[in-house]
């Protein structure tokens, strides 16, 4: 083969990667932002009402960021919009981040893999809600560039993505947990993986969630005068254990001995914790979270310490249960009454774009959508607990293997966080496993493809040609 014709295969090559770039710039946002542009406004969930609240009302309530309810105001004039962008954009960055680090940064694979993403998994969904989520799995792709491959980007795209990562983990108390998580894991691991965990990009990663609680504090206190943690958590641990039945046992066991407020309504507990936090219950009746805050804090501890084998079986139950969670759309069906109150109240100008919407005027039907994202995750989760299992044996841990690693714990942490405290939902799933997902497509991209070798056989040929 002569240089000439190698020099047309390269500069042929090069016009078809530009034009994948331009095709991978302009339609894969448009595509991960589809459903909003379909709907002709973002996508609303329950909790959605709640984070726009805090920049209004300057108080904290339980589970719901400062930090992301500042992030959605500053969109507010832009009906929105402006988050959606962000949110595409941001996820295109970090598709492509991760695949130039793996050596796959060809075009045509980000356009692929990316449009096989927006049509099998829940992505396209959360780009275009009006919600945390979105930053979960990204959080977790930005944490493992930034700690297995520093040494691949530049000085510019570290400092973006700490800052990032670190925003994203301030969104939502269970990201965090779950980046501190592969943090602590990444320590443990690390005597056995030298020569892939570097001690600087742990050091770069545990700062990032150090960041992103400096960051959280830092906007508590700037809306509401306190220097404190979002609260809620006992609620929500409390919602779990209600369901599981251990909040009944303890209050038969107790309630001779102790005035607790819940001990009149032992009997009527309502059978899930999303009842009796955000349904019509007795929660409403005993003050909410106000006033019972301190009892469900109480009763909480105390059970931990009294049934230990019951709590850590349906600990494990409802992580396990979490994990095949992971339908797409929960929250985002049926009559909104609260999101719908808190714009209208504090937002006005938004409410005839929002009620013309389609969501606000028909219920979306995920049943078809679900149809082929759950068997799409539910596979994606096996082949990459598959690739992990198989790098074990092998006791070789290459970067995707590493990658593979990662996502397997952050599925494994998100489930355990989320499934133990708050109890299953579709949504805590959804929001984590179209990872899994991305690692498989970049798996059999690697496997079935042999554009790199190519690549480098074209460049090495075009070094040495005269």
């Not at 690693?405 to 939902?425: D, E, K, R, Y």
């Not at 493809?449 to 690549?455: A, I, M, S, Y």
Request: glycine letters at 10%; hydrophobic letters at 50%.
């Amino acid at each position: 083969m002569d240089g000439s014709s190698i020099t047309t295969r390269t500069l042929r090559a090069r016009f078809a990667d530009s034009g994948f770039a331009r095709i991978a710039v302009v339609a894969i946002p448009l595509f991960l932002i589809a459903p909003a542009l379909w709907n002709g406004y973002p996508l609303l969930q329950w909790d959605t009402g709640g984070y726009l609240a805090r920049w209004y009302e300057g108080y904290l309530v339980p589970s719901r960021s400062t930090v992301f309810g500042l992030y959605l105001h500053y969109g507010e004039n832009s009906g929105f919009w402006i988050n959606l962008g962000i949110q595409a954009l941001a996820t295109l960055w970090i598709l492509q981040l991760t695949l130039r680090v793996l050596g796959m940064a060809q075009p045509f694979r980000l356009v692929a893999i990316g449009l096989l993403l927006i049509l099998t998994t829940a992505l396209p969904w959360l780009a275009s809600l009006l919600l945390t989520d979105i930053f979960a799995g990204l959080a977790v792709l930005a944490l493992y560039i930034l700690v297995l491959q520093g040494d691949r980007i530049s000085g510019i795209e570290k400092s973006l993505l700490f800052v990032f990562t670190a925003f994203a983990a301030a969104t939502h108390s269970a990201t965090l947990g779950v980046l501190l998580g592969l943090c602590c894991c990444g320590f443990i691991a690390r005597p056995f993986l030298r020569g892939r965990i570097a001690l600087s990009g742990l050091v770069q990663g545990s700062l990032t969630v150090a960041a992103g609680a400096a960051m959280l504090l830092a906007a508590n206190f700037a809306l509401s005068g306190q220097f404190a943690w979002t609260p809620g958590g006992y609620g929500v641990a409390f919602g779990r254990m209600l369901q599981d039945g251990i909040v009944a046992r303890y209050l038969g066991d107790h309630c001779a001995q102790e005035q607790l407020k819940l001990c009149p309504y032992r009997h009527d507990l309502p059978a899930t914790g999303d009842d009796f936090l955000w349904g019509d219950s007795m929660f409403d009746a005993l003050g909410r979270f106000q006033g019972l805050n301190d009892e469900m804090g109480h009763i909480v501890t105390h059970s931990l310490a009294e049934y230990p084998l019951w709590q850590a079986e349906a600990a494990l139950t409802a992580t396990a249960r979490q994990l095949v969670h992971v339908a797409t759309g929960e929250g985002s069906t049926g009559w909104l009454a609260h999101t719908y109150g808190i714009i209208a109240h504090y937002i006005p100008a938004q409410v005839k774009p929002m009620r013309a919407a389609h969501q606000q005027r028909s219920q979306i039907d995920f049943a078809t959508v679900n149809r082929l994202h759950v068997p799409v995750a539910l596979f994606s989760m096996l082949v990459v607990a598959g690739m992990v299992g198989l790098a074990v044996y092998r006791r070789r841990f290459d970067d995707l293997a590493c990658l593979a690693t990662t996502v397997s714990l952050a599925l494994l942490g998100n489930a355990f966080i989320c499934g133990v405290i708050s109890g299953p939902h579709d949504r805590y799933g959804a929001r984590m496993v179209w990872i899994a997902t991305f690692t498989t497509l970049i798996a059999a991209a690697r496997h079935f493809g042999d554009d790199e070798q190519d690549g480098a056989v074209v460049s090495a040929a075009v070094t040495e040609s005269p």
